[in-house]
Every structure is written in structure tokens, then in C-alpha cells.
């Protein structure tokens, strides 16, 4: 799950490995491999239009490419997904119609995209992660539902995050405010260290949790919103701690950073961590380094502590 840069990585990933995930969820972001490589792409046609809309049709021929090489996942896996797309019809940072482009896309590659799609354009809300409002989250922490800005959390009374958890997962359990019995945990990202990617990173642990068994929401955020930026504000927010803390779910949030190539903290959606020594960069294949550095985050969730030992 992830918004605007967020967003494309998360797309990146299960196209990439699709036989790893149950589902997809995207706010605020476009078609899969928009950009292809190249920043004008990215700004003129892949955040606003005025390159005119991306050609899905070339996109498909795109994704056949890479897997005829083996470079992304199998399409009969990438038809199985679920899939929940939503969108601020007031967004001025990423255009409303890449959101509908990015439906359109999904819906061409699902067995059945009636059953397994979920397509939201929300009136009157602006760019970032709408969350729900309760007396839990400092007003420092939240942006003008319309407007966006500031740390893109959006006072909307509108919890996204249960709505797109719920459309992947079937029904859950209610969260409720009084559980704090989960624990958000920093870790070192050192391990994972790639062009792009930040030195800590959070993951949040359910009490029931501490023995395993437990399954994974990933959790990207957006450019500007990286810890680095707006501290803890979108790990501790974004709604996602309260259902997994009642549904027996961790939230992995890694975390970017910002450097001269990414001002922003942004994901890796256009190619910037391999462009240096790429002239077609593989950012959205198995081969990314980002795509590598998160599912290896994901591998190492996944030891035993047998493993861990040896």
C-alpha cells in the first residue's frame, strides 16, 4: 500500500512479484511504469497531463517485454491480485485521470476485475492520505483536507486505510483506541542500504504478533514524508497501526531519504537510484535496487529465529 511515490513503488512491487502479495493498494499515483525511466515523462505526463495522458497501450508492450525476460512476475499471478485505487478529485500535485488511468490498467490485467477492483475518486480532497480525525492525532500532524501539504495526512474524517485494508482482506475486526498493545519498533536499514533509502526505518508489532504467524502490510509513504521530514507523524497516523493492531497484521514502513537527485524523500518511480549508470534503467523490475532493498526487508521478516542464528 502506498500514496503518490508510494504509490508507484507499490505498484513497481507486485508487478514485480506478484506470487508474494494479496493485494494492491494506491493512492494518489498513476500507471504502473508511467515515467519509463525518465524524469520529463515523470513531471510532464505522470504527475500533471500536459504531455498528454500516458499510452497504457505502450505500457502493456512494456510489461510483455520485461516478462518474456523474466524481469517482473508471471501474468497469470498479477491476475489474481486485489486491487484498491483511490484518488482526490481536488489533487493538484498528481492529475485525478492518472488515478483513472491506473484503473483502466488493472482492470486489463485482472481475471476479474468486477470482483477484484476497487476504483474510488473522492470529491473535494486534495493530495496526501486521508485519515480519521480523533483526539490521538496532534494538529500539527494534519493537512487541510483539500489543500494537502504539510505532512499530506488530510483532516477528512475518512479512514482510507480501513476501507482499502478491508477491500484486500475481506471483513476485519474493528479497531478500537483504547488498544496500545502494539509496539512501533525502528530498525536499521543499513542492511538494505541502496541509493535512495534511509538509515531507520519502522515497523509496527501487534502483542499478537511477538510469535509470528502474522501477516504483512507494506506501508510506503509519499515524497515529503519520510521521518526524515515530518518525523513519525505518517508511521504513527496513517490509521493502518489501529486495524493491524486488531486484525493480527505488522505494517513494515520503510523509509526514504532525501539527497540532491530526490530533494523530496521520494520512492523510486522514475529511475533516479540507477540513472547514474543506466541508460534504461530496471528500477521497475526485480532487478530495481529499491525493489530489491523492500522485499529483502520482507525476506527478512519472514527468518525463523533458526535462520536468524546461522
Not at 512501533?184 to 504478533?209: H, K, M, T
Request: aromatic share 6%; proline share 6%; net charge negative.
Amino acid at each position: 500500500m502506498g500514496i503518490s511515490s508510494g504509490g508507484y513503488m507499490a505498484t513497481q512491487l507486485a508487478v514485480a512479484w506478484p506470487e508474494r502479495f494479496q493485494g494492491l493498494a494506491v493512492l494518489s499515483a498513476g500507471p504502473w511504469s508511467c515515467a519509463q525511466g525518465g524524469l520529463g515523462r515523470a513531471l510532464g505526463q505522470c504527475m500533471s497531463t500536459r504531455r498528454g495522458p500516458p499510452d497504457l497501450e505502450d505500457l502493456n508492450l512494456r510489461l510483455r517485454d520485461y516478462q518474456a525476460r523474466e524481469l517482473v512476475g508471471d501474468a497469470r499471478d498479477l491476475a489474481e491480485l486485489r486491487a484498491y485505487v483511490w484518488h482526490g478529485e481536488a489533487d493538484t500535485v498528481v492529475d485525478p485521470s492518472l488515478g483513472m488511468a491506473l484503473s483502466e490498467q488493472l482492470a486489463a490485467w485482472l481475471a476479474n476485475p468486477a470482483e477484484q477492483l476497487e476504483s474510488v475518486q473522492q470529491p473535494d480532497i486534495g493530495h496526501g492520505w486521508p485519515v480519521p480525525l480523533h483526539e490521538a492525532i496532534p494538529p500539527r500532524h494534519l493537512a487541510e483536507c483539500r489543500g494537502g501539504g504539510g505532512t499530506r495526512l488530510l483532516a477528512c474524517g475518512l479512514d482510507v486505510a480501513g476501507k482499502a485494508l478491508s477491500w484486500l482482506h475481506g471483513e476485519l475486526t474493528p479497531p478500537t483506541r483504547s488498544d496500545d498493545s502494539a509496539r512501533l519498533v525502528p530498525f536499521d536499514q543499513s542492511d538494505f542500504a541502496v541509493r535512495g533509502v534511509g538509515e531507520v526505518g519502522y515497523l509496527l508489532i501487534p502483542e499478537a504478533c511477538d510469535a509470528g504467524g502474522c501477516d504483512v502490510t507494506l506501508a510506503l509513504h509519499g515524497c515529503g514524508m519520510d521521518s526524515e521530514q515530518i518525523g513519525e507523524a505518517f508511521v504513527r497516523h496513517s490509521g493502518l497501526n489501529e486495524w493491524a493492531a486488531a486484525n493480527r497484521r505488522l505494517v513494515l514502513y520503510p523509509q526514504a531519504e532525501t539527497s540532491l537527485a530526490n530533494p523530496q524523500g521520494c520512492w523510486d518511480w522514475w529511475g533516479f537510484a540507477e540513472s547514474s549508470w543506466q541508460l534504461d534503467p530496471l528500477h521497475d523490475t526485480r532487478e530495481g535496487t529499491q525493489v530489491r532493498a523492500l522485499m529483502a526487508m520482507l525476506d527478512r521478516l519472514m527468518e525463523t529465529p533458526d535462520d536468524e542464528r546461522r
